[in-house]
């Protein structure tokens, strides 16, 4: 990979709801701290209202080594699912120690509806290595186990 390359990452899940539901899941601040965020973290700061743009931030705390990792950026579209699609936008970049922001990259979330439900289409784009790739599959994959679960029908979590 040249110095200019980038790497993207993209993920689909189909989830047995209706398409308004998986949009408020993935837009709304009460129902994305449930699942955001990979298993064995918990979110301290969460603002991240995805039904308008503008900045967000939130920090990441692992519930056992108590190291938090912010991450934050800005929400530059959304488009709501009229007509059976929606989309949300938005600038990704970790900050360091210092709080400097480091490589911005791009995420997408994508609903639609299907013939069972409804469909995500996850993709984060530019990420500034294969390495930061592999990093950011990881955790959105168990970012989405979460929700997953939160899809459950057995699931307690609050809806």
């Avoid at 488009?79 to 059976?84: K, V």
Wanted: glycine fraction near 8%.
């Amino acid at each position: 990979m040249k110095d200019s390359e980038t790497a993207d990452v993209e993920f689909v899940r189909d989830y047995p709801v209706a398409l308004e539901r998986l949009w408020r899941a993935v837009t709304e601040p009460v129902q994305i701290i449930q699942w955001f965020g990979p298993e064995g973290v918990y979110l301290d700061i969460c603002e991240m209202d995805f039904r308008r743009t503008g900045p967000w931030r939130c920090r990441m705390v692992g519930k056992e080594s108590g190291t938090a990792f912010m991450v934050s950026g800005r929400i530059t579209r959304v488009a709501p699912p009229d007509g059976g699609r929606g989309t949300v936008g938005f600038t990704w970049a970790w900050h360091d120690d210092t709080g400097t922001r480091g490589p911005e990259s791009h995420v997408t979330f994508t609903v639609e509806a299907t013939a069972n439900g409804a469909r995500l289409t996850l993709n984060h784009r530019a990420l500034p290595s294969v390495e930061e790739a592999q990093n950011h599959t990881r955790g959105w994959l168990s970012s989405l186990s979460k929700l997953d679960f939160y899809f459950a029908p057995d699931a307690t979590l609050a809806r």
